[in-house]
């Protein structure tokens, strides 16, 4: 089993900046391909960005590539998720994910990924 915790989310005004990060716990971090998905309200939860275990891999949704970052420190156990030119469709609850199976970024974005974090609220104000 894997433990994700997510942090570092809130309330912002469009155009502003937040920076998500998630520390994992109970597997070797860098067996871990790593993500993030977000759920709007009232829509379906989707993929926003992936790095696989090395960090040598990313993949991101349409809608964030430019603004969006993220980045992984295999020492410290953790993903970070950097959102620049925030928009009020950017409002959601983000979740953290991981995966130990071996598969590329871009079958996580289409797939998902095995466990998941609580979430965590980010809310754009127009």
Same mark, same amino acid.
């Given at each position: 089993? %894997?433990? $994700? !915790?997510?942090?570092? =989310? =809130?309330? %912002?005004?469009?155009? =502003? ?10 597997? &070797?971090?860098?067996?871990?391909? *790593? ?5 709007? &309200?009232?829509? /379906? ?7 696989? +275990? @090395? ?8 809608? %964030?590539?430019? +603004?969006?970052?993220? @980045?992984?420190?295999? !020492? /410290?156990?953790?993903? @970070? $998720?950097? *959102?620049?030119?925030?928009? &009020? /469709? ?7 994910? !991981? ?5 590329? %970024? ?5 797939? =998902? *990924? ?6 965590? $609220?980010?809310?754009? @104000?127009?």
């Amino acid at each position: 089993q %894997v433990q $994700l !915790a997510e942090s570092g =989310g =809130g309330l %912002v005004q469009a155009g =502003g900046s937040l920076r998500l990060s998630c520390a994992a716990s109970g597997r &070797p971090f860098s067996t871990l391909a *790593m993500g993030w998905f977000r759920q709007a &309200p009232g829509k /379906e939860r989707e993929s926003v960005a992936q790095i696989s +275990r @090395s960090g040598g891999q990313t993949d991101y949704a349409d809608s %964030v590539k430019g +603004r969006f970052t993220i @980045s992984r420190d295999n !020492a /410290e156990n953790t993903v @970070s $998720l950097q *959102m620049n030119i925030l928009k &009020p /469709e950017d409002t959601a609850v983000y979740y953290c994910a !991981a995966d130990a199976r071996g598969y590329s %970024v871009s079958y996580y974005t289409d797939y =998902g *990924m095995d466990f998941w974090g609580k979430g965590i $609220l980010v809310t754009v @104000s127009s």
